[in-house]
């Protein structure tokens, strides 16, 4: 089974990843994040002199790509997750199921505000990644046939594995 997890930063897409990791414990998983398939950053655009992680031209699709096909052949579950999950058609073919995470922009900017993991980050480029996040994922056709899940407050874990296990 290839999962794909996709919704904007800090919607939970690792922490739901992680916990569907742990329930089909009895087989294989591995879990993709599409961050770690960005391009380099000297090749990234930047947008006023620093770099544009949210655009898709930012990872490597072809790449990213071929890594899940290869892995679906060596594990019973691949979970892919990232803003980008849903951008590719050929990606979309892939996933024997789609999950898309939401939150409110106020309680991205929230959490946005809390995650230092990639240094603090300006407040107009918090309003980019919310902004990049409307224009390029949000009329994705499949991403909204996928299974609409609130990041809002702790995810009902048992709905995520009655959806996966249909």
Known sequence: MIIGIGGISNAGKSALANEIKKYYSD???LVLCQDN???PTLEIPKINNHTNW????SINFDRFYNEIVAASKNHDIVIDEGLFVFYEERLNRLYDKSIFMTI???TFVYRKNKDF???EEPEWYVEHIWASHQKFCEKIEVRKEAFQLSGENPVDLESVFNYLDL
């Not at 949210?54 to 031209?57: C, F, V």
């Open 104 to 106: 409110s922009k106020k």
């Open 54 to 57: 949210e655009i898709p031209a």
């Open 37 to 39: 398939f960005a391009i």
């Open 27 to 29: 087989k294989t998983v």
């Open 117 to 119: 993991r990639w240094g």
